[in-house]
């Protein structure tokens, strides 16, 4: 193997069933019981550890799992609260080393080089001490793994879950290898995975014993970086920066009960034409396509585009083409179920060509108006400012799946729907 980065300094954290976890962390009363999240799509976005015991899990129909589990407690998901933990989690992560890729709302990579030495401690203490603090802070168990690369570091954390960590040093590694399935690995996809299979190789181990040929031969450029990351070879780095293109920019929504009502059916559309264009101004972007799909009820989609007038971010720029895009779609008398805005073609907002005869002010003002939205909506909570055509929603009777978390009826001195005093009513319960 190669001698390179001798040093198992990378590593992963992963919280154990994060959205049912932060429910159960939220509210005391769930601890211990079976939970999931995911109510307003009747299919399940997270299971708590007591619910997967009775064989329920992701992406499963919620009737299906009240089969599996009478006593199961079906909660509407509750996304400010996750990326606020989300947040608290990454600078819990922080306080070891400034070296941090948050890979997704739940999992990070760090890179723990000197912070070994730094703390004087074995990276065994600073895993469990890294545990110990999210219990304590959270009320969350995350899954600690360090090796000497991402992907190891990733089949680590994989290895011992809930609440577990492992550290695999160079010389432990085939020990790893030879328990993890070849499909296990991260970036080893189904399709490659089967590949694999289908040539004996079953394992991660049998994997890294392939020949490099053979390897590049089967699957290419991604595979090999995985077959090396697998040999100890850091290939992939830990990315500091956040993501800073896009290529397009989605929202869509379903609602209950589907509805034949053009209003309604408008009315979710721009509802999600809204929160795409605050997550495009959020990452400094404009779009030059505009994508409506409408989703009847028996499952069939219908979709239109058209480019916008100008290279846009603003409400006033992209609501009529939306409105005529959905009166070129709806047609009366059939039922929808669900809605998607899609944004395409996007470029970073300083790359915007400028245009000679753009009515400069109003532009501006517009741009004013919308930051001032967005900062207001940032404050107090989703479409606490929005445009009147979404009252047209209301016209929709109420359905159990519309109903709002819990804790927006619960909030403590002080708090607001996004800002949450953490931990609210962890101090009484042992974690
Ligand atoms: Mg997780």
């Known amino acids: 193997m190669d001698s390179l980065y001798l040093d198992c300094t990378l590593l992963h954290v992963d919280a154990d069933g994060f959205f049912a976890s932060v429910e159960q962390a939220l509210d005391p009363a769930l601890r211990g019981r079976p939970v999931v999240t995911g109510a307003e799509r009747g299919i399940i976005a997270a299971a708590s550890y007591e619910a997967k015991a009775c064989g329920i899990g992701r992406s499963m129909q919620l009737h299906e799992a009240r089969r599996l589990c009478p006593d199961l407690v079906v909660l509407p998901s509750d996304y400010e609260s996750y990326s606020l933990y989300s947040r608290r989690l990454f600078e819990i992560l922080r306080r070891f080393t400034p070296l ?20 004087e401690r074995p990276l065994e203490e600073i895993a469990a001490r890294l545990r ?16 000497l690369t991402k992907t190891l570091a990733k089949l680590c954390s994989k290895f011992r879950k809930p609440d577990g960590q492992t550290i695999v040093r160079r010389e432990h590694l085939p020990f790893l290898l030879k328990r993890a399935p070849i499909a296990k690995v991260w970036g080893i996809g189904p399709a490659s995975a089967m590949k694999l299979q289908s040539r004996g190789i079953a394992t991660a181990y049998d994997f890294t014993r392939t020949d490099e040929a053979e390897i590049v031969r089967l699957l290419h450029k991604p595979g090999h970086e995985t077959w090396r990351e697998l040999r100890g070879r850091r290939v992939f780095p830990v990315e500091l920066c956040a993501r800073q293109r896009y290529d397009s920019m989605l929202k869509g929504h379903t609602f209950s009960p589907p509805s034949a009502d053009p209003r309604i059916v408008f009315s979710e559309a721009l509802r999600n034409l809204g929160a795409v264009l605050a997550k495009l101004r959020r990452h400094a972007h404009l779009a030059r396509e505009l994508g409506l799909s409408l989703r009847l009820k028996d499952y069939t989609c219908q979709n239109a585009s058209a480019r916008l007038p ?102 403590l001195p002080g708090e607001r729907a996004r800002h949450l005093a953490i931990p609210r009513l962890t101090l009484a319960n042992p974690v």
């Open 132 to 147: 110990h603090l999210v219990a304590a802070e959270l009320g969350l168990t995350v899954s600690v793994g360090i090796s």
């Open 310 to 411: 100008c290279p846009s971010c603003h409400d006033r720029d992209s609501t009529p083409v939306l409105r005529a895009l959905f009166e070129t779609l709806f047609s009366s008398g059939q039922t929808y179920r669900s809605t998607m805005v899609w944004l395409g073609e996007l470029i970073a907002e300083r790359q915007r060509q400028l245009d000679l005869f753009e009515d400069t002010p109003q532009r501006r003002a517009c741009a004013e108006l919308d930051r001032a939205v967005d900062r207001l909506n940032g404050r107090y909570g989703r479409n606490t400012i929005a445009p009147a055509t979404l009252l047209d929603g209301k016209l929709k009777p109420f359905h159990p799946r519309d109903a709002a978390p819990r804790r927006y009826d619960a909030l």
């Open 100 to 119: 941090v890729e948050e890979y997704s709302i739940d999992e990070a990579f760090a890179d723990l080089s000197g912070c070994g030495e730094l703390l």
